[in-house]
């Protein structure tokens, strides 16, 4: 199973790997088109700080994941085979409800306030890292300059 | 093992997953009163007014039950648990044994005492047969009143609202979602509803529901009569601990279990809405009446059933997220403070237009959160709630933008670290290699 790792030291903060994030998350697949249209583009790893220090915080695809548990339509799910934990592409839909967002340690899930278009309903939706699945890299791990990021093969 | 499960919702449907995963030789029977397979409870006013298809309720898919090989019987009640023969009847005259039992017979809406309850046009909201109903009203409905302002009751007044019904929540409190939101917030709240055309009465409450044979007004306390077609009733839920109580076991408002989720028999164990639980927020038993508990607990009553000894912890009880029309909210642990000065509790807040934060502390630990407006981050206050985690040092941060888990990097939260340090020191061959690498240099 693949998580992402994060070497705190090399962080220098330029935050090009939220860009990237919001950027593969867009549907436009480009920052700067993404800004002008909806739904607004949102980050789903956060770079912080702290003492002037710059900390990426990001999803750590919980062994025993609390947005799961606390999922109440039941499409939070841990995929059993890449041990990647998203709410999307199951059978059951995010209605947002926002108890994962309630549920999660590290703050790393967010609102949408944008209501989805696709599907028959419209419910804004929980948007937490995804792991990029139309890439072999995420973005994130891509952009990132310094090294910082990495998508490393873990056992469980 | 023979494992048997009262119940199939959040805490029954989760255990017999946890159960099949665990044990794969068990045999696992779950009784369900009701005729559907797991559905979440939570989503039925989404259900009611078409947001969401029946098959969208059921939150381990349709035929879960059959995947796992879990024997399934529906329409089946449980009447008497014999403990001395450890075997469960139903009401049917169905026995079956158990090795160990779980109680997850969640809980039931309570009534208020007011004359006309079995009129036509009555419900609770409790149950996808309620959903039924509520879908059902918009045929000859235009007028409908709701009783009680909390959680359940905003839910439906919101469905009803959007079937194009005109709806009056009627709140003996003198706010909405008394026992979730402080004054401030649940004016938010309010305005957000009302902007939906939901009229709210506050201060007030119903005396009888007048009707022949279906209703036709309700009588508040004021002697108002309001008129309207349609009665939901919501003012709260009550555990369903009878079975356990007639069967000889510890209760008190819920079934009482120890912290490994194990009742006063060690072969029963008992999960969700009919157990009470420790609250961290507070320090005081409580119930326990939220989807998020049930699971968790529902995951360590089934492993410590299958012979495991995992300790159910940092339990809280009032833990919502809400977000009726615009305004999201999330309120968690000890919200409400009778005397601010008194106890030793303390709160910060800030608020501006629909957003509203504010924090309880009590010494050096943070007990309790609203959180209107702006959500972001919430799981993180929840997890220092729920770990007791020592906010001392960062006191006059905590409501700061930029206040984050990066504050609490070492806390892991029982989950696995994602920070590596890079065995090497400034100046070392091994520092410029990284350094040259991180330049582009090599690669
Ligand atoms: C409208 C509504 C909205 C809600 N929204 C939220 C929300 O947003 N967030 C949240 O955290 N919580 C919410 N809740 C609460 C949440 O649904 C409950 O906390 C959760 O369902 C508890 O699960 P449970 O498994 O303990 O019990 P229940 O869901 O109450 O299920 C118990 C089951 O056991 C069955 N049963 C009982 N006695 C017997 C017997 N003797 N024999 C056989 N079967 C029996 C019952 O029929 C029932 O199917 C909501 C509740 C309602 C009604």
Redesign the pocket.
Same mark, same amino acid.
């Given at each position: 199973m693949k998580r992402l790792m994060v070497k705190l030291e090399r962080c220098s903060g330029c935050k090009r790997c939220e860009l990237a994030c919001m950027e593969e998350h867009s549907a436009q697949k480009n920052y700067c088109l993404a800004t002008l249209g909806a739904p607004e583009p949102k980050t789903r790893i956060f770079v912080e700080s702290i003492n002037d220090r710059p900390m990426p915080v990001v999803c750590r695809h919980c062994n025993e994941p609390l947005c799961v548990s606390?999922c109440?339509a039941g499409c939070m799910q841990k995929d059993p085979v890449t041990g990647i934990v998203n709410n999307m592409g199951h059978e059951q839909q995010c209605v947002g409800?926002w108890?994962c967002i309630m549920a999660c340690p590290y703050g790393v899930i967010n609102p949408s306030f944008d209501v989805a278009q696709t599907g028959k309903n419209a419910f804004a939706q929980a948007l937490k890292c995804d792991f990029c699945p139309e890439r072999e890299t995420p973005a994130c791990v891509v952009a990132c300059p310094n090294d910082v990021l990495e998508a490393e093969e873990i056992k469980e | 093992m023979r494992y048997v499960i !009262?119940?199939?919702?959040? %805490?029954?449907?989760q255990a017999a997953e946890e159960l099949c995963a665990l044990d794969k030789d068990s045999k696992i029977v779950v009784? /369900?009163?009701?005729g559907y397979p797991p559905y /979440?409870?939570?989503? !039925?006013?989404r259900y009611a007014d078409g947001r969401l298809l029946e098959s969208d309720l059921y939150f381990k898919t349709k035929d879960f039950f059959k995947k796992c090989g879990v024997e399934e019987n529906l329409h089946?009640?449980?009447?008497k648990i014999d403990r001395a023969a450890k075997k469960l009847i139903?009401e049917n005259a169905k026995e079956i044994e158990y090795d160990k039992l779980l109680i %997850?017979?969640? %809980?039931?809406?309570r009534f208020p005492k007011i004359d006309g309850l079995d009129l036509s046009g009555v419900t609770c909201?409790?149950?996808l047969d309620d959903a039924y109903r509520v879908a059902e009203s918009v045929a000859f409905v235009k007028e409908a009143v709701v009783v009680g302002a909390g959680?359940?009751g905003l839910?439906?007044a919101y469905a009803l609202t959007r079937l194009g019904i005109k709806v009056t929540v009627v709140e003996r409190c003198s706010q909405i979602l008394p026992n979730q939101l402080d004054i401030i917030a649940s004016k938010i709240i309010q305005r957000d509803l009302e902007e939906l055309g939901v009229e709210v009465i506050l201060n007030e409450s119903l005396i009888s529901i007048n009707g022949t044979e279906s209703v036709y007004d309700v009588t508040t306390a004021d002697k108002a009569h309001i008129k309207c077609e349609f009665v939901v009733i919501a003012t709260g !839920?009550t555990p369903?601990k009878e079975?356990a109580e007639q069967a000889g076991l510890d209760t008190d408002r819920g079934i009482l279990v120890d912290e490994f989720l194990m009742t006063s028999d060690a072969n029963i164990f008992a %999960?969700?809405?009919?157990i009470e639980i420790q609250d961290v927020s507070t320090g005081k038993r409580t119930l /326990?009446?939220?989807?998020?508990?049930?699971v968790l607990q529902?995951k360590f009553a089934s492993h410590n059933m299958a012979g495991g000894r995992r300790r159910y912890t940092g339990a809280v009880g009032i833990?919502?997220?809400?977000q009726f029309h615009q305004i999201p909210a999330i309120s968690f642990g000890k919200t409400l403070i009778e005397d601010e000065s008194s106890d030793g509790y303390e709160v910060i807040s800030i608020h501006s237009g629909n957003v509203y934060k504010k924090l309880v502390l009590k010494e050096d630990k943070i007990c309790g959160m609203i959180f209107v407006g702006d959500i972001a981050k919430s799981g993180f206050y929840a997890a220092l709630i729920r770990q007791e985690v020592d906010v001392s040092k960062y006191r006059d941060k905590l409501l700061d933008q930029d206040f984050s888990y990066a504050y609490f990097k070492d806390e892991n939260f029982g989950q696995m670290d994602p920070y590596k340090t890079i065995p090497a020191c400034w100046g070392s061959p091994v520092w410029w290699l990284q350094r040259a690498q991180c330049m582009g240099i090599g690669s």
């Open positions: 606390a109440m409800c108890m | !009262i119940g199939s919702s959040a %805490a029954g449907a009784v /369900s009163q009701e /979440s409870r939570c989503l !039925i006013s089946t009640t449980a009447a139903c %997850a017979t969640g %809980a039931r809406p909201f409790h149950s959680f359940v839910e439906a !839920i369903n079975l %999960a969700g809405d009919c /326990s009446a939220t989807w998020f508990n049930a529902a833990q919502n997220a809400v």
